[in-house]
């Protein structure tokens, strides 16, 4: 295991760089959302570098951490953390936040991932593609 990963903390070293880089949400709501997944402080996390008017509209902003503790394991599975927030929309402002854990289905080459919270991916909760 490298420095780099060891450092890191992650679990699948040959596999570390799959998920850095930029990835945008598609086939919902909060389509076009843009996340870019990089290292800080110690973590690989993913931050919201564009947003989109609903989640604007919801209490989201650029600069969102939204993905922490991005970790593959020796198997080559993925798991991350999600931000949530509860969001008053009659006072305009968030009521809370917490993480949720989400495994990861990496498909196409490595250019989409889905991610979801049964063992099985069957349904995706959100869906990313990566960009360039």
């Given at each position: 295991m490298g420095f780099f990963q060891t450092f890191l903390g992650l679990h699948n070293p040959k596999n570390?760089?799959?998920l850095v880089g930029i990835w945008e949400?598609?086939?919902d709501e909060f389509s076009g959302c843009l996340i870019r997944v990089e290292l800080e402080?110690?973590?690989?996390?993913?931050?919201?570098?564009?947003?989109?008017?609903q989640m604007l509209s919801a209490g989201w902003n650029i600069g969102d951490r939204k993905w922490r503790h991005i970790e593959g394991d020796s198997e080559?599975?993925?798991?991350?953390f999600d931000l949530r927030k509860e969001y008053d929309t009659q006072n305009k402002k968030v009521l809370s936040t917490d993480y949720e854990h989400y495994r990861i289905s990496l498909g196409h080459q490595g250019r989409r991932i889905s991610l979801h919270q049964s063992k099985i991916p069957i349904f995706a909760a959100q869906t990313w593609q990566k960009l360039g």
């Open positions: 570390a760089n799959e949400r598609i086939g402080e110690r973590e690989i996390v993913g931050k919201i570098i564009v947003s989109t008017p080559g599975k993925w798991q991350l």
